[in-house]
């Protein structure tokens, strides 16, 4: 069974930085795109960032030049380095990954940006 197990959310004041991880576990898996998306009350998921397996990535205009993803295919994890943070950023993060035939989602991690 696969399972996605995010990381590193929390409480932090504007201007800050938080680093999120995401592992899979159940087996090795390929995955073609890791990404994050995240859920603001009030609002529909939307995404942040993804990043292929030969890591190119796509960054929501949002987040552009304050945020970066990173993978490493060897641990099944994927990373969201957040720098800059602003009080907009607040959301339940969520780790995404896909296969050819599967698409998995992790729980969520709160992230609260305080102005």
């Known amino acids: 069974q696969v399972q996605l197990v995010e990381s590193g959310g929390g409480l932090v004041q504007a201007g800050g930085s938080l680093r999120l991880s995401c592992a899979a576990s159940?087996?090795?898996?390929?995955?073609?795109?890791m990404g994050w998306y995240r859920q603001a009350p009030g609002k529909q998921r939307e995404l942040v960032a993804t990043?292929?397996?030969?890591?190119?990535?796509n960054y929501a205009d949002s987040v552009k030049g304050r945020f970066t993803i990173s993978r490493d295919n060897a641990k099944n994890t994927v990373y969201l380095q957040m720098n800059s943070l602003e009080p907009e950023d607040t959301a339940v993060y969520y780790c995404n990954a896909i296969t050819t035939l599967s698409a998995y989602w992790g729980q969520g991690t709160q992230v609260t940006v305080s102005s």
């Open positions: 990043i292929s397996r030969g890591g190119i990535t």
């Open positions: 159940g087996g090795i898996f390929r995955f073609n795109v």
